[in-house]
């Protein structure tokens, strides 16, 4: 008897052979787990808003976001710039565009700004909520 022959004979009296990757990966990722691994996972997309008006952003986003939900992302980068050169010593209107659209967004979730590396205090990720 060949080798095949012998494994699918034990199958089937067995039951089959436990596979633990194939295992791991239909359970659950509980939501913490979740958290941490986003948290630490670069961003899957990225959106610059250079250059645009507050109702050009608002509108960039939103398609941005439609287009991360039917692709299934889940971490975002938006660069917004830090708005140093309007006048607004607090923030700049793109920044504040950003805030107010993610405050609105069902799909944003956990927020911060980006590292060093991504534009610091001129960026922003967010973390997409879990479908479902």
């Known amino acids: 008897m060949d080798f095949g022959k012998i494994l699918d004979r034990w199958n089937k009296?067995?039951?089959?052979?436990?596979?633990?990757?194939?295992?791991?990966?239909?359970?659950?990722?509980?939501?913490?787990?979740?958290?941490?691994?986003l948290l630490r996972k670069k961003p899957d997309e990225t959106l610059d808003l250079h250059g645009l008006t507050r109702d050009e952003a608002w509108d960039a986003l939103s398609g941005f976001f439609d287009m991360a939900k039917d692709r299934g992302l889940e971490k975002?980068?938006?660069?917004?710039?830090?708005?140093?050169?309007g006048g607004d010593q607090e923030r700049g209107v793109l920044t504040k565009t950003v805030h107010?659209?993610?405050?609105?967004?069902?799909?944003?979730?956990?927020?911060?700004?980006?590292?060093?590396?991504?534009?610091g205090t001129g960026s922003t990720w967010v973390v997409l909520k879990s479908p479902g």
């Open 100 to 119: 107010k659209f993610l405050e609105r967004c069902p799909l944003a979730g956990e927020r911060g700004y980006g590292n060093a590396s991504q534009g």
């Open 76 to 85: 975002l980068l938006i660069i917004h710039g830090k708005g140093t050169h």
């Open 13 to 37: 009296e067995s039951g089959g052979i436990y596979d633990k990757d194939a295992a791991m990966e239909t359970q659950e990722e509980s939501p913490a787990s979740r958290r941490r691994r």
